[in-house]
């Protein structure tokens, strides 16, 4: 990790992980289709409405601020996306479960059924992508109550883990969770955990609000 | 329009290949003037076969090249068993290279207008050459023994002619002169006088194999009398005798060394985004509302948003992330704004 020159106008692209995974796999998974921006790492604090020197200076602590080169995890990119929304807006979209952490035992199923508040409703016509950190963690991901080709796509795919923490990404307005039930995940005897640790992170569709929620897989099983 | 996705237009999408060049050796060098061997490896059972070559004399970076004997009657090496007449490494050299250059076991090797049985074979590390080592950028000096004559080898890719194609590709004679310019001062071909080129030139495998006898002859006939050794079953050294003129040449007062390009044709995606004034104006940053009911943190974001654009991801159908881009500096996006990135993506 390292730091780009803002004495010029550049721009680092790399692929992510899972962009090389996709890539490896050959079948056309990888080609882009769409695109989105995000301005990770802004503290709008430093926003300085009050500057005396005028509205030109407002945002000087922002723009001069050096930024921190791509990370291929595509779980720490794009974090906070820029949404379109109409001109007068004045509170955003935020996205909210029931839950502020979502505990499952081994083998367990739950199903996440996201809100979006201040939109135009409750539940987002384009559904929600929920994305898993560790695939490895949970034996299905199912999104639910989305009719696309790209949802059921997702759906269809297989869980493969390779054994390795890759992400997995569905795409409906619920999604139903189902833990693990590989205890080896959990360690050998001795130096073994009783909880497995990832994070599923929701991002409404159609209002870009984002929410990240922890999750817990307690083992049930006999070390 | 509302969202964080933007769908692409397929004129935003171009696939371009561009020709790239660059140097073969170690730290971007275009020129080799020093050449070590490891006397491990040179000790090890590999050592029978060929020499490793590196940059530095601690031996740790990466080969630069190798040098190997080649012999069809099997002299200059020990053979595998002294009850089988002729088998030995640089025999087994000089099939490996007939079989990947000429296919056939009943061609043989004509450099220029002579055939020869033994030659010394270079070849490149890959990582060096990358896709193929360019035609015209080669300037290689050897020394004679007194390090007073210098010879100065290039390929005639120069000329004009049609390359030879054979089963390793394209091949170019090595005559002498420099970075492609012929000197004909000994032949008008830039050859030698009785033993043909100096050998071939083969971009497409980086390789350059030299000719024996042509290295074998006085300076007078273009030669660096070499001494190669094609004793039977006898261990003669040969690449440490090419490895010695190879050094002196690398002390030459001009020309020093071996200069060498690569090159490659570099695939790249770009893809242009466009944000355009009324798009990406609001954020989801925690910091760019205040409490917990989403009201934006600043009064007059509310009619004038102020956002600062850091990164641009690029995902498939299925909103899977597979690229990131980042930009050096943030840069300010309102209502009055558009942009336009053009991320280039390498393959």
Not at chain 2, 72 to 95: C, K
Not at chain 2, 217 to 238: Q, Y
Request: hydrophobic share 35%; glycine share 10%.
């Amino acid at each position: 990790m390292g730091y780009l020159n803002n004495q010029v106008v550049t721009v680092d692209a790399i692929l992510t992980t899972k962009g090389r995974e996709l890539l490896a796999r050959g079948d056309g998974s990888f080609n882009i289709t769409q695109f989105a921006l995000s301005d990770d790492e802004i503290d709008y604090t430093l926003y300085n409405p009050n500057n005396p020197s005028g509205s030109a200076y407002y945002g000087e602590a922002i723009q001069n601020m050096p930024l921190l080169e791509a990370f291929p995890s595509e779980q720490q990119m794009l974090k906070y996306k820029l949404v379109t929304l109409p001109r007068d807006t004045a509170v955003m979209p935020t996205v909210g479960i029931d839950n502020t952490l979502i505990k499952l035992a081994q083998t367990g199923t739950t199903t996440i059924t996201p809100q979006t508040f201040n939109y135009l409703s409750e539940t987002e016509p384009s559904g929600y992508s929920f994305t898993v950190s560790d695939v490895r963690q949970f034996s299905s991901v199912v999104g639910n109550g989305i009719d696309t080709p790209q949802a059921n796509d997702l759906n269809s795919e297989s869980l493969k883990t390779n054994g390795t923490d890759v992400s997995k990404t569905v795409i409906g307005t619920s999604c139903t969770l189902r833990a693990t039930g590989v205890s080896t995940l959990f360690g050998n005897v001795g130096s073994a955990t009783s909880t497995l640790y990832s994070l599923l992170t929701i991002v409404g569709l159609d209002s870009g609000a984002r929410l990240q929620v922890p999750i817990n897989i307690t083992r049930t099983t006999a070390s | 329009m509302a969202g964080a996705f933007q769908i692409l237009d397929p004129r935003d999408l171009i696939i371009s290949t561009e020709n790239v060049s660059n140097t073969v050796w170690e730290n971007d060098s275009p020129t080799l003037t020093n050449y070590y061997t490891s006397s491990v490896q040179v000790a090890s059972s590999t050592g029978q076969f060929y020499y490793n070559i590196y940059a530095d004399s601690n031996v740790t970076g990466s080969i630069q090249f190798a040098i190997a004997y080649c012999d069809a009657d099997g002299s200059g090496s020990l053979e595998y068993n002294p009850n089988v007449d002729g088998l030995s490494p640089t025999r087994t050299n000089f099939g490996q290279y007939r079989s990947l250059i000429l296919g056939d076991e009943e061609n043989s090797f004509v450099f220029g207008n002579q055939s020869a049985s033994y030659f010394y074979a270079l070849p490149v590390e890959r990582s060096g050459y990358k896709q193929e080592i360019l035609p015209g950028t080669m300037t290689l000096c050897l020394s004679g023994s007194g390090n007073t004559e210098h010879l100065y080898l290039t390929d005639d890719s120069k000329l004009g002619g049609a390359a030879v194609f054979t089963e390793a590709g394209r091949i170019y004679n090595l005559v002498s002169g420099s970075a492609g310019n012929v000197y004909t001062g000994v032949d008008s071909n830039g050859w030698t006088v009785n033993s043909g080129s100096y050998g071939w030139f083969m971009p497409d495998i980086g390789t350059i194999l030299l000719n024996g006898p042509a290295l074998q002859g006085t300076f007078a006939d273009g030669g660096i009398n070499l001494g190669t050794g094609r004793n039977d079953n006898t261990a003669d050294n040969n690449p440490l005798k090419l490895f010695n003129r190879l050094n002196l040449g690398g002390a030459a007062s001009t020309n020093a060394g071996w200069t060498l390009n690569s090159q490659e044709n570099l695939s790249s995606d770009f893809v242009f985004v466009r944000a355009r004034a009324d798009e990406f104006n609001y954020s989801t940053n925690p910091s760019f509302i205040s409490g917990s009911n989403g009201a934006v943190v600043y009064d007059n974001f509310i009619n004038d948003p102020q956002v600062y654009i850091t990164s641009v991801g690029l995902y498939n159908n299925n909103q899977e992330l597979v690229a990131v881009a980042k930009l050096s500096r943030p840069l300010l996006k309102d209502f009055t704004k558009e942009l336009l990135v053009r991320v280039k993506l390498d393959f």
